[in-house]
């Protein structure tokens, strides 16, 4: 009878079919799944801030376990649309969730770096989940800390070790003045769900950047997509990341797919992208160092053609020329930063 034993510390309510009631469940103890009996009926709006005690939780929304949804928007803290979207969400999230079908969490990213604005503190978290890094006991950058909340949050308390099965979604913006796009990890169902979205999606990206959520979480198994919204700070930013989130939640099944919401945000997302190549990869990555003097010239924009030999920017007084035919995507026109741009081509 009893299938799968879990940690369970919220109160929740058990529909108990043979004697047609529910039963309440206390906080804080070790409650059973009895999958033949069809648990359901979680609270989903209960606030686990607490009980997981981890400052990165937002708000989480835990039922069958089998399917768990990682959000986290804010990596980079400079990208408040992340947060600003899951906020979103979250205004009429308990109306559609289906507990029986998943479970959604959603974190907040670079904590100190979202209080200042910034990008990071001291190093780009969005480099650091490197397991040497994440093991070593004595932080070296002050962004190493937030790295290892998160870290422990998501594989130990959420993942609790076992990967595979675990959606990671990670929200972020671009300097560049327009455009979207989604970023697949380097495994086949997260280029499945990248595909799913509509908007042009870039392979071979993942690989090329060392240390990012995406490729680490993605090398563990996740299905792992970074979907980028927009241009920093804008509310075209904030929608096409709302759109996106309500799309996937309907792609991996915990919200109806015939709802208002995930119909309009499919619309907008394909209405957007029509003006933009769908499937794509990547040719080249102009990397920077993080203090850099590099200066793109101006006009560049997400998707825009260049063409072999293209002045592109200044770096130490030289002009950098593009290296060949493609498209540039996410042109540097922010101070803090490694990449000064990449190529990509239609696949
Ligand atoms: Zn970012």
Not at 90 to 108: A, E, I, Q, R
Request: glycine share 8%.
């Amino acid at each position: 009878m009893v299938i799968e034993i879990y940690k369970c510390d919220m109160v929740f309510y058990c529909n108990d079919i043979q004697r047609n009631k529910k039963i309440p469940k206390p906080a804080s103890v070790f409650s059973i799944y009895f999958a033949n009996l069809r648990c359901i009926n979680f609270i989903p709006e209960m606030d686990r801030e607490n009980t997981y005690d981890n400052p990165h939780i937002i708000k989480l929304f835990e039922g069958n376990p089998g399917n768990k949804i990682i959000v986290v928007g804010g990596i980079h803290g400079n990208e408040e649309a992340g947060i600003h979207a899951i906020e979103n969400i979250l205004k009429s999230f308990t109306n559609y969730f289906d507990p029986g079908k998943g479970s959604v969490y959603f974190l907040k990213g670079n904590i100190p770096a979202l209080e200042n604005g910034e990008r990071f503190i001291e190093k780009d978290l969005n480099r650091l989940w490197i397991p040497d890094i994440i093991n070593r006991k004595k932080p070296v950058y002050q962004d190493e800390i937030p790295l290892k909340k998160l870290h422990s949050l998501i594989i130990n308390d959420i993942c609790k070790n076992k990967t595979q099965g675990c959606t990671f979604i990670d929200l972020h913006t671009f300097s560049a003045s327009s455009g979207l796009f989604c970023i697949p990890a380097d495994n086949p169902q997260s280029i499945e769900m990248a595909r799913s979205f509509g908007v042009p999606f870039i392979e071979k990206l993942s690989t090329n950047l060392q240390g990012t959520t995406l490729e680490y979480f993605g090398a563990k198994g996740m299905t792992s997509v970074v979907f980028e919204g927009g241009t920093h700070g804008t509310r075209e930013a904030v929608n096409n990341l709302t759109y996106a989130l309500w799309h996937a939640f309907a792609y991996k099944g915990v919200i109806d797919e015939n709802i208002d919401a995930v119909t309009k945000s499919r619309e907008a997302l394909r209405s957007i992208s029509r003006q933009y190549p769908h499937h794509l990869e990547l040719i080249y990555h102009h990397q920077l160092e993080t203090y850099h003097n590099f200066r793109m010239k101006e006009g560049y924009y997400n998707f825009k053609p260049v063409k072999k030999h293209e002045p592109l920017a200044l770096q130490e007084g030289k002009v950098i020329d593009s290296p060949s035919d493609g498209y540039i995507l996410m042109p540097l026109y922010q101070e803090k930063g490694s990449d000064g741009f990449f190529i990509v081509t239609e696949k």
